[in-house]
Each structure stands twice: as structure tokens, then as C-alpha cells.
């Protein structure tokens, strides 16, 4: 198979003095090469200058149609003739299209014009129109209604015949007991006969009433069962067509490793359904066409291109890592036997690194914890402030953590000495009687003094533990701020979070609707440097034993 001049490109830079990387970098956390640089500002500069297709990207402001920010990727390979080049690859589709001179292909082409895609989404469109045509149609409509009215009447006349009933009964009982006052034994026993008769036929015209409502709503909703039915027919059709499209869609999309073995989704996703889109992003398409072409995967990054979705936060020409929810187990199989970067998490970032003292007395320490240092025990890593606090306190009570701070985040936490102590202060949280002040340092000049920011968060299902903005499901999040000082293009700020939600203040701060500029060193919603500016710098509570306020500070190193 050869390779197409349009996907492999050369570097149109000199790349001499750049060295090769000794090992693929793991792509759910990774810094990218200079290599992959140079080649993300070649194909940016492409995109840039470009004229073959038009997407709207939502960076002119003047430009109609749809914005759709976009995510892309470059894989930078080496030929069997020791030559290095780059792929490049959009998620997705682009310009509602699936080919472009430059960018690999799909891994499989869904859009091909006379493929059994098209072919059965035509069927499904045909058996909607029509499930909507017997849904709407006149007559169906109205014997919908012809049947609720008719119902609402068979209950009336039903209800006050029954009503009817229970008030003859009542008549009847007073004569009884008026007749036995009055006649004789053998006369009563006459009158009691005639009353029966009379229980009797009135029963009975309630029956017929009842069968005579019966009959009639039940020839109403024989006729209604020949629509339903005709409809509940077309759905099933429509379901299983579905399912077995998307099932065929699954087994199409097929993925290649270095040795040239094939999985599908199916086979990938064995326990779970694969997510939707599973195989339409950037890295996926990359190894395929390098694995199909006999080319060497060197280093991958991929970026944002674009105005950054409503919900989630993607800053412009920013570098990302492939998502987890889609391509953590499509890469698992295609990146099998590389020689790969260590998995971040995997690694002890607390390995001979201490945790600061600043208070202590018999019931609570107060401790300075480090950035890059867990809370508490990851899934990899033990090592953690409640680790280190269980070494050294090995006869204390309860679960000492009282709150966390993210792993990046420096800075003040309490620590709590025995089960009462822990009890009393975490009440406090949760009556969000703690009062807190972190000082971060973000990558741009805020507008303004001070403000409150509202933006309800949730994480991220696709990939986490990136947190969205989400007003339907999130969770109330709210963080007060003030400005320090601005200098160098940077912004010293001071923020008051009132509520304490999983990465509030990193997406309250990059987040379009928030301040839109991320906290330097941010390495989920903004640019990885050599640590996140945030600490949490002050704290103030009521101490469990003394019941006095207390404020403990503890300044950054930065």
C-alpha cells in the first residue's frame, strides 16, 4: 500500500538538531515533544491559510453558520528509509466531510455514499416518517380523543348508577325497619321478598349498564389496536434495525496494532457497549493510517482548535490528551508492544518529599501539604497526606482527613487527632462555616476588581476527571474572587470559594463563563508548566476543644 502524499508530510523546517524521543509519550498525560510542536505550528499554519474547505470554528466573529470548535492531531513517524514526517487528523468530521487533502482518512467511512450506513439510515428514516404519519394521522387522532371522552362518560353514568344503587339500599333498609314495626311476621316476610327483587333488578341494570359501556369502548379501542399495533410493529422494525446497524457498525471498525493484528469494537469493548463516536478521533485515525502504511509512531499531541464548547472548557491551539471514555481502550489494543512513557499515575510524585507542620496541639494538625502530593490514596499510589498522617500518628482516632485539596493544589489542610475532633470540624464544612482563601497566579489580565462566580459543575462521564459546567445536572458551585495585582500579563488573584466542588476554582477560572483564563500550570484547562499556581493560603474554623475561631496562613512559594 502506498503512502498518499497528501497524509505523510514532510517537515517543511529544518529538524537537525532535534533529537528522537526514546520512547512514544503516554497520550492521557504527556508534554509534547519539541518534534510534535513543530509539527502542530506546521499544520496549525495549514489550517490557518488553508482554502480548500470552510468550517466555522467560531473564531471570526462575523463568520454564520454552526460553531463547531475542533479537536486535531499530528503523529510524527519515520519510513523504512529512516526519513521523519507527520500525520495529521481532525475528530470527527470536518467541513461535514470525512476527506481532506493532508488529513488521514477514517478508519472506516460511514458517509461512503452507497455504504450500508447510508443504505439503512434511509430505512430508518422511511419507517420514522411513517410511524409519524400513523402517529399523526386525522382519524387516529380522533378516536384518541373519541375514547378518553367516551371513557370519561362511562365513568360518570357508571359511578352515578352505582350511586343509585347505594341510595335504594339505603331506602330499603329503612323500610325494614319500619315494616317490622308495623306488620305481622307472615306480611314482613312479603315485603322483605319484594325488597330482594327489587336489590336484584337494580343490580342487574347496573351490569348491563356497565357490558353496554363496555361494548362501546372496547369497539372504539379495537379500531384504535389496529393503529397501535401497525405503529408498536414499525418501532420493533425501527429497534432492531437499529441495533443491528449499529452492531455492523461496530464489527466495521477495526483497528491495527504494530505487529498487524485486527480488533473490532466489539472486541475492544468487551464488558461495556462502545462509547458513541468510539474510533472518529484524531489519535485512533493516526496509528491506523501509520500502522496500514508500515510507518514508525515517533510522538502524538493533539490540540484544540477553535472557541471551546459551552459546557466543558478548550482554550485555542491548546494541547489536550486523548480522552478516556472513548480511546483509553481503542489505544490499549493499538498501542500494544510500543515502547511507551510511564502512566503519570503510576508514579509517586511524594517519593522523599515532606509535609510541612504549621500547627499542632492534642486534637487537630494543621499541615502545608505540598503540589503534587495526593490527599489521600490514589488507585496506584498509597503514598498521601493521610498515608504519611497515619505513619505518624498511629493511635489516632477516626478518619483524620477532614477535606482534601486536588493533588496539584499547595497548601493548608486539617487534620484531626480523633473521632471527635474529626466530627466537630467536618459539620463545619458542611455548613460551609469554614472560611477559605487561596491566592493563584492566572495566564492573563482578569477585567475587573472582584466578582462572584456561579457555575454549576459535574464531571465529565467521557472523561474523567475533568469537570463540566452543567445546569441541568451539575452539582451548585460558587466561588467569590478579587484581584491582587496584574503585571507581565498576568494576573496575582485571590479566590473565596464558598462552596467546595471537585475543581471548582481551575474551571471557574478558565471557564468562558467564569473568568476564561486558566490558572498557570493548569494541565487539564490550561498549559502545563512546572506546577499549578493555586494554594490554599488561609484558613479559619472553630477549634473542636477551645469552640474559639482560629485563622491559620501559610504563604506560597511563588
Same mark, same amino acid.
Given at each position: ?139 387516529? +387522532?380522533?378516536?384518541? !380523543?373519541? #375514547?378518553? /371522552?367516551?371513557? $370519561?362518560?362511562?365513568? =360518570?353514568?357508571?359511578?352515578?348508577? &352505582? ?47 356497565? +357490558?353496554?359501556?363496555? !361494548?362501546? #369502548?372496547? /369497539?372504539?379501542? $379495537?379500531?384504535?389496536? =389496529?393503529?397501535?399495533?401497525?405503529? &408498536? ?51 485512533? !485515525?493516526? #496509528? ?271
Amino acid at each position: 500500500m502506498s503512502i498518499k502524499k497528501d497524509c505523510f508530510t514532510p517537515f517543511q523546517a529544518p529538524i537537525d538538531g532535534y533529537e528522537l524521543p526514546k520512547r512514544f509519550n503516554f497520550p492521557f498525560y504527556y508534554e509534547p515533544h519539541p518534534l510534535a510542536v513543530l509539527a502542530t505550528k506546521e499544520l496549525q499554519d495549514h489550517i490557518q491559510n488553508q482554502t480548500e474547505w470552510n468550517h466555522n470554528f467560531g473564531l471570526d466573529p462575523n463568520k454564520k453558520g454552526l460553531v463547531i470548535g475542533k479537536m486535531f492531531g499530528v503523529l510524527v513517524v519515520q519510513n523504512k528509509a529512516g526519513e521523519l514526517g507527520y500525520l495529521s487528523a481532525f475528530s470527527g468530521k470536518l467541513a461535514d466531510k470525512n476527506h481532506h487533502a493532508k488529513f488521514v482518512p477514517p478508519v472506516f467511512d460511514i458517509l461512503t455514499k452507497d455504504g450500508f450506513f447510508n443504505i439503512g439510515i434511509v430505512r430508518l428514516n422511511e419507517i420514522n416518517k411513517e410511524i409519524k404519519e400513523r402517529e399523526q394521522d386525522t382519524h387516529f +387522532l380522533t378516536l384518541q !380523543k373519541q #375514547l378518553k /371522552a367516551e371513557k $370519561t362518560k362511562a365513568t =360518570q353514568s357508571i359511578q352515578k348508577a &352505582k350511586d343509585e344503587v347505594k341510595a335504594l339500599k339505603k331506602i330499603r333498609k329503612k323500610r325494614r325497619e319500619h315494616a317490622k314495626t308495623i306488620l305481622t311476621p307472615m306480611t314482613y316476610q312479603l315485603v322483605e321478598e319484594t325488597m330482594i327483587r327489587e336489590s336484584q333488578m337494580s343490580k342487574i341494570r347496573l351490569k348491563y349498564l356497565t +357490558l353496554d359501556w363496555n !361494548k362501546k #369502548l372496547s /369497539a372504539i379501542t $379495537t379500531e384504535l389496536e =389496529q393503529y397501535r399495533s401497525i405503529i &408498536k410493529s414499525l418501532k420493533e422494525e425501527r429497534q432492531q434495525k437499529s441495533a443491528a446497524l449499529q452492531q455492523k457498525i461496530f464489527e466495521h471498525y477495526q483497528f491495527l496494532n504494530q505487529a498487524g493484528e485486527r480488533k473490532d469494537l466489539t472486541e475492544i469493548f468487551v464488558t461495556t457497549m462502545p462509547t458513541a463516536g468510539a474510533g472518529e478521533c484524531a489519535a485512533p !485515525k493516526l #496509528l491506523q493510517y501509520a500502522f496500514s502504511h508500515q510507518l514508525k509512531p515517533i510522538t502524538m499531541a493533539e490540540f484544540w482548535w477553535g472557541a471551546g464548547p459551552k459546557s466543558e472548557v478548550r482554550q485555542h491551539q491548546n494541547f489536550y490528551p486523548a480522552c478516556r471514555s472513548k480511546c483509553k481502550p481503542i489505544l490499549g489494543h493499538m498501542l500494544e508492544g510500543i515502547d511507551m512513557d510511564e502512566n503519570p499515575m503510576h508514579i509517586n510524585t511524594a517519593l522523599g518529599r515532606k509535609i510541612p507542620t504549621v500547627y499542632e496541639d492534642d486534637q487537630i494538625v494543621v499541615v502545608n501539604k505540598p503540589t503534587e502530593f495526593l490527599s489521600v490514596p490514589g488507585k496506584s499510589v498509597q503514598d498521601s497526606v493521610l498515608f504519611r498522617m497515619q505513619l505518624k500518628y498511629p493511635d489516632a482516632t477516626g478518619p483524620l482527613v477532614v477535606h482534601r485539596l486536588d493533588m496539584s493544589t499547595s497548601g493548608l489542610m486539617i487534620i484531626a487527632k480523633n473521632l471527635e475532633a474529626y466530627k466537630y470540624l467536618q459539620q463545619q464544612f458542611i455548613k460551609r462555616k469554614v472560611k477559605k482563601r487561596y491566592i493563584a497566579i492566572l495566564d492573563g489580565i482578569v477585567r475587573g476588581e472582584k466578582g462572584l462566580i456561579d457555575l454549576p459543575l459535574r464531571v465529565d462521564l467521557e472523561d474523567r476527571p475533568r469537570q463540566l459546567v452543567c445546569y441541568e445536572h451539575g452539582k451548585n458551585a460558587r466561588t467569590n474572587w478579587e484581584v491582587i495585582s496584574r503585571k507581565d500579563g498576568k494576573t496575582r488573584i485571590h479566590f473565596f470559594p464558598i462552596t467546595g466542588r471537585t475543581h471548582q476554582l481551575r474551571v471557574h477560572s478558565a471557564h468562558p463563563l467564569g473568568l476564561n483564563i486558566p490558572i498557570i500550570g493548569d494541565d487539564l484547562y490550561g498549559k502545563k508548566t512546572n506546577r499549578l499556581y493555586l494554594h490554599a493560603e488561609s484558613i479559619s474554623f472553630i477549634h473542636p476543644m477551645t469552640k474559639e475561631m482560629m485563622t491559620i496562613e501559610i504563604a506560597p512559594s511563588f
